[in-house]
């Protein structure tokens, strides 16, 4: 496994190509925008190595028996489910923003038993490639981004009905030694921090979009990969410290418009090339792995939020009031509500054919639907308490400035015995974590909330809920005999008339 440092070290050897505000990176290692988010991902890398949470951060590989970083693991049980959840919620309380590394993870256990299934209809080797890419990458500890949201266009119409064509990535030459793709993939959480990207179709397809049927990893470095990094809320912050909020880790996971402009894909690193019929179930099994985490990691961010609001009541003198200690009780109460779903929808966990598991898809629809709402209210809560200040507060510039400094230390003074300073930090935490990029990804991220309900309605057996009723209500005939005789005199007009025909 790579240590934080090595991890760190190895993205300076990579030859990504990033742009950010209008200029090409050199050194996007250093950068100020960029920085926060390559320290969030490499606490998943620090953590592995310490001993309070190597039993979360680890696992045994299945394919080696090797201890690897849990987030190159493959799930085989429930327990295995469960414990990725409170790793997220773990990394999630340390960084308070996304520590991005998730993604890849859920692509390669969709892609896992999804690739085992094609293979079993179409003869394929994809499993075995796949198996070896896993292989590769619990050698290797790198990391790897999860492609699967193409920018998509015109949403009425299906890939290949586009204006232009690229808008979504498809497969534009195959030949002996592998294929050629070309599109581009949007929103890419930790893309340009990672070493590698998966990329995998965004949508279920039919069979005129055979060449957008395309699952493989490609190097972030390759030849023809363009990364054009995404403005933040507040992103010029990350040039300053205490004005930042969460100097060390930003805010949400650092995402980039990633382009691949004719990119050469060996036939190793393909694990689904013309399968259209299995893009749907593969974007499923993607979509119910990275909904799962929503209540892990929020739930670590939730517990960040609820301990600035509790701080910045403490430094303003109101801890004790009884409506703040409410707020802050329903603060907590939606937090382990998000994180209740997320371990329920692993606790519910299924073996799939490939002996890989995979999270009950119902529940793991509604943990996400839960955090685009839950979230949006523990921060409301999180303002609520923070107070007016969060959206006037001067800058640090002006906190330092040698005439207006000791006026704005003088009036931003809460409770005697903190310091202005301190104040400002949590402040600053709060508007970072409670303002636009942070709730947005909450609501869009994983899917939007459109989607979790078309797969709720989808996975919910409205059919089935509504033949118990049916039955209940006498409705529908009841057939069932040993009803009938534990309760001979039922009143049930359709048992009678059952017992009568008897
Ligand atoms: Fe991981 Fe959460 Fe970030 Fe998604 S939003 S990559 S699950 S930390
Ligand atoms: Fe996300």
Redesign the pocket.
Known sequence: MMTAEEYIESLRRLKTVIYAFGERLDDFVDHPVIRPHINAAALTYAMAGEPQSEELLTAFSHLTGIRINRFTHIHHSTEDLVKKVRM?RA??QRTGS??????GHDGINALYSVTYEIDQKYGTTYFRRLRDYVLHLQETDNMVAGSMTDPKGDRSLSPGRQADPDLYVRVVERNGDGIVIRGAKAHQ??IVNSHEMLVMPTAALAEEDRDYAVACAVPVDAPGVIHIFGRQTNDDRKFGRLDQGNACYGT??GEALTVLDNVFVPWERVFMCGEYDFAGMLVERFACF?RQ??G???GGVGDVMVGAAAAAAGMNGVAGASHIKDKIVEMIHLTETVYSCSIACSALGRPTPSGAYLVDPLLANVTKLNVTRHIYEIARLAQDIGGGILATMPSEKDLRHPEVGPLVQKYLKGAASVPVEDRYRIIRLLENMTGGTALV?SMH??GSPQAQKVMILRQGNLAGKVALAKKLSGVERCEDKACLARFPSCPHFRHTALQEKE
């Open positions: 997220l990394v999630g996304c520590f991005q590394r998730c993604v959480t930790g949400v996971g990275h985490n929503y892990g990691c929020k990804e991220g994983a």
